[in-house]
């Protein structure tokens, strides 16, 4: 089985401030990760995803993650927030086999509040 | 735009009815995904279909169904729908039968509101 656990489901941070979200998770075997954002109304876009490469995940609009394997976490980062950066975000796991082939499981979703 | 569509956008409907969600995925990709996301559950998967065949099942209600179409379209089919059904339903595809890191490309959703 796997799971992940958002912590915060509300961050406000100032613009120009970093933002940290933090993703934690639990596969009994090697994850896939994954972070999603989703604007409002809007279906969900592909920030960032781990593979097994590289453990610094460089994604788009600025956000990278770090895979931490001791720490089972998977945090979002960005160094400097732009208002455009508010909206919801995901953090999902899933693997290459076993029961959670073929399925995503996603956390409870953080709520990114960025204000001027 | 995920090159993902799903129709319609909303939908609004009674206790008891049924409806049926359309999705079309990405040229190419040969995996559909749905998911449903509601406030109390969060997005939930709910099952996957490869290539016209069921791939996996999540937390899929007995009074839903899916299929695949051999022109890779999906329909989701919700009956004797009930007031917790209201949610927003998404698509999601990609080009494998496993995500093995492949990422879900995701439609816009359809909203169902039953009143």
């Known amino acids: 089985a796997q799971s992940v656990t958002q912590l915060g489901s509300h961050v406000s941070v100032s613009e120009g401030a970093l933002v940290l979200l933090r993703c934690n998770y639990s596969s009994s075997v090697p994850p896939y990760l994954f972070w999603y954002v989703q604007y409002p109304n809007q279906g969900l876009q592909l920030l960032l995803k781990y593979t097994s490469a590289a453990t610094l995940v460089k994604g788009i609009n600025g956000f990278e993650a770090e895979f931490k394997k001791s720490e089972t976490s998977f945090h979002l980062t960005k160094p400097s927030a732009h208002m455009s950066d508010a909206a919801e975000y995901f953090c999902a796991v899933t693997t290459a086999g076993g029961t959670s082939y073929g399925k995503l499981t996603f956390g409870q979703g953080t709520i990114l509040t960025v204000h001027p | 735009d995920s090159g993902v569509t799903q129709t319609p956008k909303h939908l609004i409907t009674a206790t008891g009815q049924r409806v049926t969600l359309r999705c079309s995925p990405r040229s190419g990709d040969l995996s559909v995904y749905w998911y449903q996301q509601s406030l109390d559950q969060g997005l939930q998967f709910l099952i996957q279909?490869?290539?016209?065949?069921?791939?996996a099942k999540g937390n899929i209600l007995e009074r839903f169904s899916a299929q695949q179409f051999p022109d890779l379209h999906s329909e989701l089919n919700l009956s004797s729908l009930e007031l917790g059904d209201s949610a927003l339903y998404f698509c999601?595809?990609?080009?494998?039968?496993?995500?093995?890191?492949?990422?879900?490309?995701f439609g816009p959703g359809t909203r169902l509101t039953v009143l």
């Open positions: 999601a595809s990609s080009p494998l039968v496993g995500t093995s890191g492949n990422e879900q490309f």
């Open positions: 279909y490869y290539n016209g065949e069921e791939r």
